[in-house]
């Protein structure tokens, strides 16, 4: 039997995890096993990877070891960030101000605390996704204690302008956190030049291992822990060290940096080779802003048909895509994204989006490219929607 085709273009949901960072994390497993919180020999490999680790992170981003929280990954990540600082600075003040189109583990916090009697002020993005740095500012009151806005969104790969928007944080003595979980190895960051106070990474979004991240906290930042129960983390965030995770995570970001200026790159060109056949497409139109986005995003709408539909249709090709984020790919509901840039409801459900890798080839964009039209007619021919003009049937 044949073996099925596999176009992998979906690693704004997950990466597969390097060969490399595997072979760093086995042996954490195996021969150097012991908890890191213990006194005898066998205890101080484990700590001494995870500082290892610790380095490589502080390292990647501009930071000092000191500074980086080992966490279970990014949802943890934005958790940690905002009720943390919500707790410390509660009496000061309870108003949040974050964007309409965070991914949902920062506004499903956001409705946590509302409940809880926080203020959440969402800002509005314009129709590329891009929040204005003005209206951060105007939405400024005298009991805002944190603003948290995403560096690059994980749907339309908009990239937002965050050094300014930190700055304005700054000049307002609020804290400002940004969900970093799509940019780190795909984007140069650091954190002294982007005005950042936390800042959150998640391991598998760059060929590291799933539940595994971290939680940038710049020295001097008043937070307090999301999770008790031990000393670990300074204090800060309780529970064994997942050191085997942590290792990986130390590589992979590693590797990440080292290969990010090739990567980029490459990629930009198979982006842009792939929006532009994609747009050639009938009643399709590019979401997200259309220079300053991911590398590896492409996120199409093609008008009266379904994503679902798009996205069973290319499995069957063998090509893995997505409608949208992977952590609401149950939901039958238009992306709040989209709906966020202004696009009508109806509209919205059509969207495919495509985030290319390190192993994307040219030869995989072009078969894309040959079935992804091919798709989209067959869907519009079946669709009661569809205008006369474009049906072929």
């Not at 992804?372 to 929607?385: A, C, E, G, H, Y």
Request: net charge neutral.
């Amino acid at each position: 039997m044949e073996e099925k085709r596999l176009i992998y273009l979906d690693h704004a949901a997950t990466t597969r995890t390097h060969p490399d960072v595997v072979s760093a994390m086995l042996p954490y497993f195996t021969e150097h096993f012991g908890n890191p919180s213990s006194l005898y020999d066998l205890a101080s490999a484990s700590r001494t990877a995870i500082e290892d680790a610790r380095k490589k992170v502080a390292t990647a981003v501009g930071a000092v070891p000191e500074e980086i929280f080992f966490t279970s990954g990014g949802t943890e990540s934005d958790n940690w960030a905002l009720r943390g600082v919500a707790s410390a600075y509660g009496k000061k003040g309870r108003h949040i101000i974050t964007s309409a189109i965070e991914h949902h583990a920062i506004l499903h916090t956001c409705e946590a605390l509302e409940r809880e009697g926080y203020e959440v002020t969402y800002l509005p993005v314009d129709e590329y996704g891009m929040v204005q740095p003005g209206a951060v500012e105007a939405a400024i009151r005298p009991d805002t204690i944190l603003i948290s806005v995403m560096l690059a969104n994980n749907e339309i790969g908009t990239i937002q302008p965050i050094k300014e928007i930190g700055g304005i944080a700054r000049s307002h003595k609020v804290l400002f956190h940004t969900d970093a979980v799509q940019g780190v190895g795909q984007i140069p960051i650091d954190v002294r030049e982007l005005n950042v106070d936390l800042l959150s990474i998640s391991g598998h979004k760059f060929s590291g291992p799933k539940g595994v991240g971290a939680l940038y906290i710049r020295r001097g930042t008043r937070i307090h822990p999301l999770i008790h129960g031990g000393a670990q983390e300074k204090k800060r965030r309780a529970g064994t060290e997942n050191v085997p995770g942590i290792v990986g995570l130390g590589r992979a970001i590693e590797r990440a940096i080292a290969i990010m200026p090739e990567k980029s790159e490459r990629l930009t060109k198979l982006r842009d080779t792939l929006i532009t056949g994609l747009l050639r497409i009938p009643k399709s139109r590019l979401n997200g802003h259309p220079t300053e986005r991911l590398p590896n995003n492409a996120n199409i709408i093609f008008e009266y048909i379904e994503g679902e539909s798009i996205l069973l249709l290319l499995n069957a090709h063998g090509i893995a895509a997505s409608s949208g984020s992977a952590c609401t790919s149950a939901s039958l509901d238009p992306s709040h994204v989209l709906l966020a840039c202004g696009i009508p409801h109806e509209v919205a459900h059509g969207s495919l989006r495509l985030t290319l890798g390190e192993e994307t080839t040219a030869e995989e964009i072009a078969y894309v490219l040959d079935v992804v039209p091919k798709v989209v007619q067959r869907l519009r021919d079946m669709s009661p929607l569809t205008p006369k003009e474009l049906r072929t049937r």
